[in-house]
């Protein structure tokens, strides 16, 4: 399939739906219907695609596969170059397999301006999937800022009472940090002449302008992450958002930043990721604790996701920049997890948030004795966030902390405190929901799951144990790649006499 254009196949297939989206007439009724019908078959095509994608990737090359390259803007010498490695292959599959979730979870919650709900998402979905593609710098920086529009035009539409005030905050945070990467890659352009990535790789950048330029990247990356302390918008937009809107940008939105640290960051400015790593550790650790001791205190379900979702991520970019084989391995499969424990959970608030219309925890409670199917479903990914062997987000929290361990004792030992207290408001808040006696009589008359949930939770939960129970698949692929990464690095260092503490040996495969 080398000359099969696939990857732009499964990138722009979603802009087809919306055409046909827009070209349906009717009743309001007729097109709200078909609306939901059109985009959720398309999306479970594009999925559908991904699937073949990933089966017809070899795991046993770390370089790009399926690419395509061509000139794009000729005068500028900016090109279409797309294709996907070990590291960017899975994240293309998590956002086409989020997406019909999306849709799905939808289905009944979304009565107005439905069209144009579903015309956001399909929108979202290309740009998505065309930023995990991209290696061209301007390229990917179109479509990651694209994400923006979308994403703005689901809060603050279809979001909740102060969904106004949350999308801007979402909107000038992400953005402000993202006008400084466009000053970097103008910068890399004037001085390379193409923001083609395989060619600015090779470039060597003078040590001043490594540093200037990495600070411009980590200004847009950790923003979207969310690091601390530039965090505070994520728990306003989640809260705000409808659930799908929540799902996706806890389970893909948050990967963007990770990825771009992966892609970008410490392939192109080598000497600046490693002097500077213990900062960005420590900002992790701060991260980790902070936001666990403040998720504690939440009394609204949604709030109290969203600060465990910054707490995970926390895990995820001290992986990354500890810059062992275990450590970065781990950090890309934590990611993995979390887009779909942190979907699960949010989805999981959507269906009594559904039934009740109130995410105050303090409104449940006995919710087992009336809903058990959903107390079980609820079980599975509450452990599965707390990091319980046998689920996804074992094994990524493992991988990170046994390779940060080679880099700092002390960091990595504070960062597993934080997976205790990961457990305490992890089953704080599933005891509060789920367990004692009912005491809102309102509880009393609500129904379980239904088909079309169970369908949402039971793909989830699939997932969820079998990256649990069987790693060594997503570490085969990911692993070629990750070695490439960090063994240049090690080149780099041994090249300039940096002093790396990070020890060279591989990912065992089992």
Request: with cysteine; net charge neutral; glycine share 8%.
């Amino acid at each position: 399939m080398a000359d099969f254009p696939l990857l732009s196949i499964i990138i722009f297939l979603p802009l087809v739906g919306a055409l046909f989206i827009l070209l349906i007439r009717g009743e309001e009724g007729r097109i709200d219907r078909n609306s939901r019908i059109v985009a959720l078959w398309t999306s479970l095509l594009t999925f559908v695609l991904s699937v073949v994608l990933v089966v017809n990737y070899d795991s046993a090359n770390p370089s790009y596969q399926f690419v395509e390259n061509s000139m794009w803007i000729e005068d500028l010498k900016i090109r279409y170059h797309i294709g996907v490695d070990g590291i960017s292959v899975f994240f293309i599959l998590l956002s086409t397999f989020l997406t019909p979730l999306c849709i799905l979870s939808s289905w009944t919650a979304i009565n107005t301006r439905v069209r144009g709900y579903m015309l956001a998402f399909l929108f979202l979905e290309t740009l998505m999937i065309g930023m995990f593609c991209a290696l061209d710098l301007v390229l990917f920086y179109v479509f990651f800022e694209g994400v923006l529009i979308p994403m703005f035009l689901i809060i603050g539409i279809w979001g909740g009472a102060r969904r106004i005030y949350s999308c801007f905050k979402f909107f000038l945070y992400t953005f402000l940090g993202s006008v400084l990467m466009l000053l970097a890659i103008i910068a890399i352009y004037l001085q390379v002449g193409t923001t083609d990535l395989d060619t600015v790789a090779l470039h060597q950048f003078s040590s001043t302008m490594q540093y200037w330029l990495w600070l411009a990247f980590f200004a847009s990356f950790a923003v979207k992450v969310p690091m601390w302390p530039v965090h505070t918008w994520l728990p306003d937009a989640h809260v705000e958002a409808p659930t799908a809107g929540s799902v996706i940008l806890a389970g893909v939105l948050l990967k963007m930043g990770g990825y771009g640290f992966l892609r970008f960051s410490i392939p192109l400015f080598p000497e600046a990721s490693m002097i500077l790593a213990p900062f960005v550790m420590i900002l992790s650790v701060i991260a980790i604790i902070y936001t666990s001791l403040v998720a504690l205190v939440q009394q609204d379900m949604k709030k109290l996701i969203a600060y465990s979702s910054v707490a995970h991520m926390g895990f995820v970019t001290l992986g990354v920049f500890a810059l062992t084989l275990q450590s970065v391995a781990g950090a890309v499969i934590q990611m993995l997890s979390h887009g779909i424990v942190s979907a699960a959970l949010f989805l999981c608030v959507g269906v009594v948030y559904d039934r009740l219309h109130t995410r105050e925890i303090a409104k449940y409670g006995g919710l087992v004795k009336v809903m058990p199917l959903f107390a079980v479903m609820f079980m599975i990914f509450t452990l599965a966030s707390v990091g319980l062997p046998g689920t996804s987000g074992f094994i990524g929290e493992f991988l990170v902390i046994v390779g940060s361990f080679k880099v700092t004792t002390t960091l990595t030992t504070l960062a597993a405190s934080g997976m205790i207290l990961g457990a305490a408001y992890g089953l704080w808040l599933y005891r509060r929901i789920i367990f004692g006696k009912i005491t809102n009589l309102e509880l009393k008359s609500l129904l379980d799951l239904n088909g079309r949930e169970i369908v949402i939770l039971t793909s989830l939960a699939v997932v969820v144990f079998w990256m649990g129970i069987y790693p060594t698949y997503f570490i085969n692929i990911i692993n070629p790649s990750v070695e490439r990464l960090v063994k240049k690095h090690q080149e780099y260092a041994v090249a300039h006499k940096i002093k790396l503490v990070a020890s060279a040996e591989a990912i065992p495969n089992e």
